[in-house]
């Protein structure tokens, strides 16, 4: 029988309700194939979780008996299984060893008040086979072993370390006078015994490191009996099987589960209810109140102090934060219990007996300083210039693009310098991260994308004569999604135009091939960390970063970064297409892409383009000539 974690309750199942309907519905389905998958985020303690639906549910006891095996009056290498009425195991082996202690003629009234006691036809035909021997008479030294004896209406085990023994149980093996044999109190259960007739959760990453002991519980579900793995070494020894009713929860990530449906045709069948857990609360579609009872189960289970009225209002405001959307709070219980406990020992550090928001954030600031050192190492390379990044003036052909760079298991944002060179040419854009293998799938779609908007504007009934290259400088590990196009596009029109780019302003964002600008992720990273280095270079008062107007709802920036914008130190754009982005960078007009007599960003590069096709004609007379 599972023991539940002191003080849980379903409070921290607040917004799981898709999860727990999936689970609800497979629980009140019989059967071999009723099974479930259960997503749970990395955030999550499943065993706490697990124990919370399962009181919340009250998990029904399909087929629930306490399990015995006792000796096989013929044979001791196969001793017989009985199922016997839950948690009736012990009195019956009492009864059976006060029968074999009396005489066989006897035995009459001692037969008939455990067959009126306990009658249950296994028992039944075991007497029968044993109402005239002694204990003597029957092999080997033992006469029974309780496997499995369930106390509790409500059945069901977590397995969350899966081996032999853990999973499935084993056979022990002794050695005598240098024989090795086997007896019945060696006979040990595992998790899908003691889950027998309930409920068994599986951490499904453990199981399918062993491809074997998948296979062999799939083999179990699908035939509704288990069979005892032989001894590698010793004598025969072969336990009768057992019959298995149970429901199976097999807990593990998204990843897994596409893996398991694509790589395993049987997992679909005997795994139909997907059980979604979410690591994030919809507080637009969902009452915040609700949230308040998971912030009382997190209290219960840090026992931290109670909050002030300004740090409860500071913990929604990071529980935002971590889910990088402002109407959605976090449900990863982890991350927030880390988060009270340090922020609990500040505040017991300072003699508190509350917590309060200064607490909180500098339980979040000592979190930051642990993490940000290969940040502030790469920002002072650009300090000192070993990074070249410009933040102030104007240079034709280079931006200031942001990126998120993973390294050494840390995640941060930084500008990155793009530049980009125009000559004569078939219109062709040579990225140079993709001719060097430094390119991911995505970045060289977003290249793409960006040059079949170009050429939508100024090639669509004649060859562009203009080609060009694009880079990212000094970038030496590969590069890849699709948030720097944005960018690239205004180095390329830069470029094309032969117009200065503010290099005060950072640029990110995705765009389509009609130019709209699209959501990206790590939009507070990157734009933190352009800040990060404005900063310390000493603000001009002009810069900034653009992002998609699309990633306002994600916007979680700190108090600092806040403040210096209503100060006038810092401004953060938002665009819904890359011509409002070129007017903030390039101070131009777009202006039409067909009129090269205007003084317009299309009109020189439409100005550039005819002039450059004049050259090929009065090129080609000559070549003729």
């Known amino acids: ?98 029968l074999l202690d009396t005489e066989p003629d006897n035995r009459a009234p001692l037969l008939d008040s455990l067959q009126a006691q306990f009658n249950w036809p296994p028992l039944n035909r075991y007497l029968q086979s044993i109402s005239d021997k002694k204990f003597e008479d029957l092999p080997g030294n033992e006469l029974a072993n309780i496997v499995v004896t369930q106390d509790s209406k409500v059945a069901w085990h ?31 259960p595992g998790a899908l015994l003691k889950a027998n007739g309930g409920t068994l959760v599986i951490d499904a990453e453990q199981l399918l490191r062993q491809g074997d002991y998948w296979q062999r519980l799939k083999y179990i579900l699908k035939r509704g009996e288990f069979s005892w793995q032989l001894p590698e070494q010793g004598a025969f020894y072969a336990p009768q099987p057992v019959p298995v009713h149970l429901k199976v929860i097999l807990a593990g990530s998204r990843a897994l589960l596409a893996q398991l449906r694509d790589l395993d045709a049987d997992f679909a069948n ?21 949230y308040f009872q998971y912030l009382s189960y997190l209290q219960q289970r840090v026992e931290h102090r109670p909050l002030t009225d300004d740090g409860m209002h500071r913990l929604l405001t990071l529980s935002s934060s971590f889910t990088e959307h402002q109407e959605e709070l976090s449900l990863d219980t982890l991350r927030l219990i880390q988060l009270l406990q340090e922020a609990d020992a500040i505040a017991a550090s ?41 933040t102030k003036g104007e240079v034709v052909g280079q931006i ?18 793009i530049t980009a060179t125009v000559h004569y040419g078939d219109g062709d854009i040579i990225d140079i991260e993709r001719k060097s293998e430094l390119s991911g799938n995505i970045h060289t779609k977003g290249v793409m994308i960006l040059m079949a908007y170009l050429a939508n504007l100024f090639a669509g009934k004649d060859p562009m004569p203009l080609s060009a290259t694009l880079v990212f400088e ?45 959501a990206i992720g790590g939009v507070n990273e990157k734009i933190e960390g352009f800040y990060r280095l404005c900063k310390q270079r000493g603000f001009s008062k002009d810069q900034g970063v653009i992002i998609p107007r699309s990633n306002q709802v994600n916007l979680h920036l700190s108090d600092e970064l806040v403040e210096s914008v209503a100060a006038g130190e810092f401004s953060v754009h938002v665009v819904e297409h890359v011509s409002e982005a070129f007017d903030l960078l390039m101070q131009c007009p777009c202006g039409n892409a067909t009129d090269s007599t205007k003084d317009t960003l299309f009109g020189r590069i439409n100005k550039r383009i005819r002039q450059a096709q004049h050259q090929e004609i009065i090129r080609r007379w000559w070549q003729f000539w």
């Not at 985020?41 to 006792?70: I, K, R």
């Not at 005997?270 to 609700?290: C, E, G, I, K, R």
């Not at 200031?400 to 310098?417: A, D, I, K, Q």
Request: with cysteine; hydrophobic share 40%; charged share 15%.
């Open 350 to 390: 300072e003699h508190e007996s509350r917590i309060n928001t200064d607490h909180l954030l500098q339980a979040v600031s000592n979190d930051q300083q642990r993490e940000h050192y290969l940040a502030e190492m790469s920002r002072q390379a650009m300090l000192e210039n070993q990074v070249k990044i410009e």
């Open 270 to 290: 005997l795994f139909p209810y997907l059980a979604d857990f979410t690591d994030h609360y919809p507080a637009q579609l969902s009452p915040v109140a609700n």
């Open 1 to 98: 029988m599972q023991q539940r974690p002191s003080r849980v309750t379903a409070d921290m199942l607040v917004g799981q309700q898709r999860a727990l309907q999936a689970i609800a519905q497979a629980q009140a389905v019989p059967g071999h194939y009723a099974h479930v998958f259960a997503i749970v985020p990395a955030g999550c303690e499943p065993e706490a979780m697990f124990s919370a639906v399962a009181e919340q549910q009250q998990w029904p006891a399909h087929d629930l008996h306490d399990w015995v095996y006792v000796v096989n009056p013929v044979d001791e290498t196969q001793p017989i299984c009985l199922h016997l009425p839950a948690g009736s195991a012990r009195a019956v082996v009492e009864r059976l060893w006060a």
């Open 474 to 518: 000094q970038s030496y590990h590969e590069v890849d999604g699709d948030s720097a196009s944005l960018a690239e596009l205004c180095c390329l029109v830069s470029a094309l135009s032969d117009t200065p780019v503010r290099q005060a302003l950072a640029v990110t964002g995705a765009i389509d091939q009609f130019g709209n600008v699209q």
């Open 400 to 417: 200031n693009g942001l990126t998120v760079v993973t390294m050494g298991g840390s995640e941060f944002g930084e500008p990155s310098r």
């Open 158 to 188: 977590y397995c969350p370390r899966v081996t032999e023994a853990d999973l499935f149980g084993e056979i022990r093996l002794q050695t005598i006078s240098g024989t090795v044999s086997s007896e019945l109190h060696l006979i040990q």
